[in-house]
């Protein structure tokens, strides 16, 4: 009988049965939604006092869509990136956004080997399922815009060689709106790759006196343990997509969208980019509560988190004291709303 013989001549066993393909995971609403508020229920072991925060959050993972958290310091913005990529058997990794970092810490780089030869690929951290982008606005422009291609095409182009990123893929980045010196905005092109923007704000005094009842001893982020992995929440995203989103809604996202670019009061309104995150974050909302098919409600709750931080106001509306949100829910009072959404 051959033997199998190795490149080094030395005698290997023979090649194993190729693996039988791994069926794709198929979900419909109601398992979705099941699949959801355990995420959520993870997660609020950690952010106590704040569901629709929570809600949100998990709204992002479900469309694959990034997420912004920008507040004043000591709200949990990290502890929320971090509860909501604990909740995930999933590859995960933690970048802190420094001046000094270079892109080339965040998408990997080619290092030259002399034994072959040739130059080797070493992938950086955003080859991972969740990246936690932590005060990404500490990083030059420089640094930032190497996220650009990751977040919107799910790859990475290094010295011309592209690299597919593993799904799902999910940037979860903080931000503090409030201490800028040494710090660098955001720039417009970035902030539309963010499905949502969310702030945490201060608990109430209930969920305060319970978060320090609960971390004498321990930090809940240590007790946290995956409510599900990587290839039920690639199923759940493909199950959100497959959600009804009737014409009139479609229509009527349109229409919101539209709005915001003929508002005096804005000199940038939502982009076309913006017209698809909130369509899929009305179809993920849908979903977690079980629904087929979205309703005109789903929309209105998301268009301020999904819009708000893409709007560019004049001088006039800061000067004002106008807030994004603001305009959006005088812009939202202003529209006819639509009737159903089954059909």
């Known amino acids: ?48 006092g704040k569901p ?11 469309t694959e869509g990034h997420l912004l958290i920008e507040d004043v310091p000591g709200t949990g913005k990290t502890s929320l990136a971090k ?5 995930v058997s999933a590859a995960v990794s933690r970048v802190q956004f420094t001046p000094d970092l270079m892109p080339s810490d965040v998408t990997g780089v080619s290092i030259y080997d002399r034994q072959t030869g040739k130059f080797e690929f070493r992938p950086g951290p955003v080859f991972a399922n ?17 996220l650009l291609e990751c977040m919107e095409e799910r790859q990475v182009t290094v010295d011309g060689t592209t690299y597919a990123l593993a799904r799902p893929f999910l940037v979860l980045a903080t931000q503090n709106p409030v201490e ?12 539309d790759r963010f499905l949502a ?4 704000g201060y608990p109430d005094a209930a969920s305060e006196v319970a978060m320090l009842a609960g971390r004498d001893h321990s930090d809940p982020l240590d007790d946290l343990v995956p409510v599900t992995d990587g290839p039920t929440v690639a199923a759940l995203i ?3 997509s497959t959600i009804h989103l009737a014409p009139e809604l479609r229509q009527y996202i349109v229409e919101v969208v539209g709005a915001t670019r003929a508002i005096p009061e804005v000199r940038l309104g939502g982009s076309p980019r913006a017209v698809l995150h909130l369509a899929r974050a009305a179809k993920a909302a849908a979903a977690l509560d079980g629904r087929g098919y979205v309703v005109p409600d789903d929309i209105q709750r998301l268009a301020a988190p999904v819009l708000a931080h893409r709007l560019l106001l004049t001088v006039e509306a800061h000067a004002a004291h106008r807030s994004a949100e603001e305009i959006i829910r005088v812009l939202l009072g202003r529209l006819r709303v639509p009737r159903g959404g089954r059909v």
Do not use: F, W
Request: charged share 20%.
């Open 130 to 146: 969740i990246i936690v982008a932590d005060e990404i606005n500490r990083a030059s422009p420089k640094t930032q815009s190497a």
């Open 83 to 87: 509860a909501l990529a604990k909740s």
């Open 1 to 48: 009988m051959a033997q199998h013989v190795d490149l080094n001549g030395i005698g290997s066993a023979p090649p194993a049965p190729p693996a039988p393909a791994v069926q794709p995971i198929r979900l419909d609403a109601s398992e979705v939604a099941g699949i959801g508020r355990k995420i959520a229920g993870a997660i609020s072991q950690v952010v106590l």
């Open 52 to 62: 629709e925060v929570v809600r949100l959050a998990v709204i992002c993972m479900l």
């Open 180 to 191: 800028m010196e040494g710090t660098y905005p955001l720039p417009e092109a970035q902030r």
């Open 197 to 200: 923007r969310t702030s945490i």
């Open 238 to 240: 493909d199950a959100v």
